[in-house]
């Protein structure tokens, strides 16, 4: 019948249709063919043919989000949210989904089908012949209502530019009184009066001045790379001059902007993301946060990981990211170290070990059921939650995206705070509202349903000079917001004064309202929902049997209960076995000086290593100490995320065995596990030395394993150097830098999302390109190279002054001389029985390796070294 987009089959499956036959678009696109409104070399089979594929790898991506493999498993899953549907109807045509907000019954969808017919089948000739502008996902005239407009943007631009507040007026009245177009839930809303709930207005000099309340807003999570140095600088500037905090997004942030400019000014992220992909999360860049923030999901696009296309991963942003310049980064959908709340309680017990001055956010997608998500993470304890809602913009969502995903902010945000007061939970977590606030009163409306903290995005973007072209992911914004165009970014004309006039005017119209509900501060308001009620004058025929009782339940818990941010959570860190470690360390971290360290290490002490290594990258950066200046000896069965940011100059030596998440974003630090001496009749090549998801993101640094790790072994490693005796299911997932090597059995899907970096794997069964996923990788034989392996042995052959094998060079050559160093360094690290089976026999052995290249890291090298090439002969010229 109708069905057209990806979403109307999406809906149709999810409620059980086996089939769908979508005559109506096959029709028109056999019309437009015939018209010759389609290239003439493509017939109309091969336009449907076109049309089915597209609609099949829409639906892919949707299943995808959902973490659903087949159409069987998703049809009829009812994996949906309704929102303005009214109970009744749901209850009849689409039981068991989810509703908050009631709304229309079969009589209006009835109205509203008749209605239609009679535009397309009508007497009136003109609306027969004319179809609607549509404007769904971009603005058209006369087309769909969208809140940011030319008029909208232009009284914002021309408000922060010249500092008037005649044209933030404007712009807010644009917004706040289009409750006629009905663009989004709160516009439904009516914030009464102080009279209605007994309260007086007090003069606006009682409450609460603007410089404090602004101190409650962060900018939205956008990348480095996503966005362009001057504009991601620009919104850094602003809010740290306010007291604010912007966010680094999941890119990472490049070093020289931790320390302060000449003139004051810090360009210093004060929220550093954390999320699946792990781009430069090092530990420098985690000692230099506020806050650190875990993003489970993003509101636009939940169930997706961030994308940044290759043309926009120039040199500086690869350097940044620790990624290869013109190859794409997609994040992995969900964090691999986060498969259930006891994962999570583990990753913010990590984060804290590194920075423990930083409180831990996480941020999770408005949607129904979120409370009780956002009370598990409160318990895991987190020290702030963000909820996230659909209305919130990103260059990088796809159209399948844009529209019927996520949930409206204000669905979220009630239930979470309604589910923590109910469970005495509200106090110990400060609560951010992101996803489509412009003004003040979206502002109100946040702090009246629960919100301690406002986040922006777009609006702080569009003060920055941001014209809303939609042309973020191609890398031709035309005002150098969206771009890494060195010619393009040279028209920013954002500064960071006009980032900080447009939040100075949202906390004005914040204490405007603020003073004519009674309110002297933002925590009396927090939670305040007794003042939220709908509108009463809705002159729209379909908007009479909305219910937002639910949304405007306050549950009553007496005055012993918080319903604001009041108290801070206990990470229990002071005990920890780092403690003594770094007391012990001292002359390392006073004068850089040799300390051995020798420790007993059992299940309970997780991870190790990681607060040390968080106090050597805060005094040292990056570079950290000289090589093996900090050498750790432990004995027993490490916890999980066993040296996880270990930095360099640490060397973490376990004799034992650890769990999971081992060297998890390593940054530098050199790990060496092997079993114990004392453990009879093990036999290490055949036996599990480390847990799932080893070097989850790692940066730099090596590791040795005398045994087999788990699944995921190097998912995101963007560069460390590895040796192992085997590996579970998904290794070497998604990793883009960095050398592994195999010396034993893979499991299945090896290499899935591999765009850069190269392992090595001993392939004596033969079956190897079996378990081996081939969609971005090519296996290739270790070929014998004499000269430099000559050369290996007079001079990279003394391991004792080379021990660390270099991988900055062509990563398309020398494997040989790359490989067997690597192999003995291992021998040499573990005394493993297996690396010395191998280099005894190494010309039976060479020719069983063999070597898995990404197609894309194989084709940037070389574009590399030809421009590197074409540089050179320029120089000699």
């Excluded at 299943?63 to 087949?70: A, L, P, Q, V, W």
């Excluded at 065995?657 to 009879?680: M, Q």
């Excluded at 900055?808 to 790359?818: F, G, K, L, V």
Aim: proline share 3%; with cysteine.
């Amino acid at each position: 019948g109708e069905v057209r987009e990806v979403h109307h089959f999406a809906a149709l499956a999810g409620y059980g249709a086996e089939a769908i036959n979508p005559y109506l678009a096959f029709e028109t696109l056999a019309a437009m063919q015939a018209e010759g409104k389609l290239p003439p070399e493509v017939d109309e089979k091969e336009v449907v043919l076109r049309y089915i594929k597209a609609v099949g790898k829409g639906l892919l991506k949707v299943m995808s989000k959902m973490g659903i493999s087949t159409y069987q498993s998703y049809c009829g899953a009812q994996i949906f949210d309704a929102v303005g549907l009214s109970k009744k109807f749901v209850d009849r045509f689409f039981f068991g989904t989810a509703t908050t907000i009631e709304g229309v019954s079969l009589k209006e969808i009835a109205n509203e089908t008749r209605r239609r017919h009679r535009w397309a089948f009508g007497g009136k000739m003109s609306m027969r012949r004319s179809l609607e502008a549509g404007g769904e996902y971009a603005l058209r005239a006369r087309g769909e209502a969208h809140a940011w407009n030319a008029k909208s943007v232009s009284n914002l631009q021309h408000a922060v530019r010249s500092n008037s507040l005649d044209h933030y007026r404007a712009f807010a009245e644009t917004i706040n009184d289009r409750s006629g177009a009905l663009l989004n839930i709160r516009s439904l809303f009516r914030i009464k009066d102080a009279a209605e709930m007994g309260r007086e207005p007090v003069d606006i000099s009682q409450v609460e001045p603007a410089k404090e309340i602004v101190k409650r807003f962060a900018t939205g999570a956008m990348s480095y790379g996503s966005i362009s140095r001057e504009a991601h600088t620009n919104m850094a500037i602003a809010m740290n001059r306010l007291g604010g905090k912007s966010n680094t997004g999941e890119g990472g942030e490049e070093p020289d902007r931790f320390v302060v400019m000449k003139n004051g000014n810090s360009q210093r992220s004060a929220i550093k993301q954390v999320a699946s992909g792990r781009f430069g999360v090092t530990a420098q860049y985690l000692v230099n946060a506020d806050m650190i923030q875990i993003k489970m999901a993003q509101g636009a696009k939940p169930g997706e990981g961030g994308q940044l296309p290759g043309h926009k991963v120039d040199a500086v942003i690869a350097k940044v990211r620790h990624s290869t310049q013109g190859v794409g980064l997609i994040s992995p959908p969900p964090h691999h170290d986060i498969y259930s709340i006891e994962d999570l309680a583990q990753l913010i017990f990590d984060l804290k070990n590194v920075n423990p001055k930083a409180d831990i956010s996480v941020k999770l997608v408005s949607e129904v059921g979120v409370g009780t998500v956002a009370a598990g993470v409160t318990k895991a304890r987190a020290d702030h939650i963000t909820i996230s809602g659909f209305d919130g913009g990103t260059g990088a969502s796809p159209l399948t995206s844009i529209k019927n995903a996520g949930s409206p902010w204000e669905i979220g945000l009630s239930e979470t705070h309604q589910t923590l007061v109910l469970n005495r939970l509200r106090s110990r977590v400060a609560l951010q509202v992101d996803g489509g606030l412009r003004t003040g009163r979206d502002v109100v409306i946040g702090a009246l349903l629960g919100a301690d903290e406002f986040g922006f995005a777009t609006a702080p973007l569009i003060a920055s000079g941001c014209i809303m072209m939609r042309k973020c992911h191609l890398n031709t914004c035309p005002v150098g917001v969206a771009t890494q165009d060195p010619v393009l970014r040279r028209r920013f004309t954002g500064k960071p004064e006009h980032v900080i006039n447009y939040f100075f005017f949202v906390a004005e119209e914040v204490r405007e309202i603020m003073a004519s509900l009674g309110f002297t501060s933002i925590d009396q308001m927090v939670g305040q929902i007794g003042f939220l009620d709908q509108k009463k004058a809705i002159h729209h025929w379909k908007a009479q049997g909305l219910d937002f009782s639910k949304l405007f339940f306050k549950p009553e818990m007496g005055p012993d209960v918080g319903i604001f941010h009041s108290e801070p959570q206990n990470h229990h860190l002071n005990d920890i076995l780092d403690r003594k470690l770094i007391r012990e360390a001292a002359p390392a971290l006073a004068e850089k000086g040799a300390v051995q360290i020798e420790s007993k290490i059992n299940n309970t002490d997780r991870t190790a290593g990681t607060m040390l290594s968080g106090h050597i990258a805060a005094k040292f950066g990056h570079e950290g100490l000289p090589e093996d200046t900090i050498h750790i000896k432990f004995t027993g069965t490490a916890g999980q995320s066993f040296g996880a940011w270990a930095t360099h100059g640490v060397t973490l030596e376990l004799e034992g065995e650890a769990n999971d998440y081992v060297g998890k974003g390593l940054s530098g630090g050199r790990l060496i596990v092997y079993p114990s001496s004392k453990a009879s009749g093990i036999v290490a090549e055949n036996s599990i030395i480390a847990g799932n998801t080893v070097l989850y993101g790692a940066i730099e640094g090596e590791c040795y394993f005398r045994g087999i790790a788990g699944e995921r072994f190097a998912v995101r490693n963007s560069g460390a150097i590895a040796v192992v005796e085997g590996v579970g299911d998904h290794g070497c997932e998604y990793m883009t830098g960095g050398v592994v090597a195999v010396l034993g059995p893979t499991g299945r899907n090896f290499a899935a999302g591999m765009s850069g970096g190269i392992a090595y794997v001993l392939d004596e069964s033969g079956d190897f390109a079996a378990r081996c996923n081939l969609s971005m990788v090519e296996l290739e034989p270790v070929p014998e190279e004499d000269d430099l392996m000559e050369q290996f042995h007079h001079q990279a052959g003394d391991i004792a002054h080379h021990g660390r094998v270099d991988i900055s060079t062509d990563m398309t050559r020398h494997d040989e001389e790359r490989l067997r160093q690597l192999i003995t360094n291992h021998f040499r690290y573990t005394n493993s029985s297996r690396a010395k089976t191998i280099l005894d026999d190494w010309e039976n052995f060479r020719p069983k390796f063999v070597k898995v290249m990404p197609v894309e890291y194989r084709r940037a090298l070389r574009e590399i070294e030809q421009a590197a090439q074409s540089r050179n002969v320029k120089h000699v010229n």
